[in-house]
């Protein structure tokens, strides 16, 4: 690591918050992130300002996200549907297809400048999965990877494979922003109204149904600091 490399991580809970204005806050941490790297690009000088990270963890209202590269046909409910069951559905510019976040979701979208770590999107998704992995561990889960397919799942290979956590992410200038939906206590009868992240041969889980029991509140805060404290692990990064 050189002495203009920072792996502090500024973290901030931002409670339930629509997606939206989640969305916004990831844009500006993100453009002043690029902002600054553009400035220490153009410096004539040898005095560089380090660019900082930021963990950010959030929960949803019912919300479908459908990214870029997605297919809008892998929505099954209709407007009438989603208004229903009190959902939205947004398009946004995260990589994969669709996927649900709602109630009892641990969502966390770390907002990382890889030339702090190191500027390889392949092994930041790998190293994303692996928190995730971790977490599951200490709760008894054996979390897999699927080949081609970002994300964390159970019983990867048997007819009943099925995730536990998705994945999207977007990068520009090495800046990340979006990351990972942990389903802790969350309804999976929402999945119901989609195809989720284009995958139609597995299904999805929760902490609660693998488990067999509700989290509490003080439980789900202890899966926020599992997380928080694997991250800090496989990024060789310290929280604030």
Known sequence: ????????????????????PAFEYQEKLMKEIIE????????TDEIYEETPNYLLFVEHPHVYTLGKSGHEEN??????????INATFVHTNRGGDITYHGFGQMV??????????????????????????????????????????TGVWLDIGKPYARKICAMGVKTSKWVTMHGFALNV????????????????DKG????QRELEREF?????????????????????????
Do not use: W
């Open 185 to 200: 206590n969350t309804d999976l009868r929402y999945f119901e109204y989609i195809i989720a992240c284009g995958i139609k």
């Open 75 to 84: 929505m099954l409910a209709n407007s009438e549907k989603l208004k229903e």
């Open 108 to 149: 966390g979208y770390p907002i990382l400048d890889l030339d702090n770590f190191k500027s390889d999107i392949h092994l930041y998704m790998r190293n994303l999965e692996e928190v995730i992995i971790r977490v599951l561990a200490d709760y008894g889960l054996k979390g897999e990877r699927s080949e081609g397919e």
């Open 1 to 20: 690591m050189t002495d203009t490399q920072n792996r502090t991580l500024h973290f901030r809970e931002l409670g339930l918050m629509d997606y939206l």
């Open 36 to 43: 600054l790297k553009l400035k220490n690009r153009d410096r």
């Open 216 to 240: 509490s509140d003080e439980e789900m805060a202890e899966v926020k600091e599992r997380i928080k404290k694997h991250f800090c692990a496989v990024f060789e990064a310290s929280l604030v």
């Open 204 to 207: 999805v889980t929760s902490l």
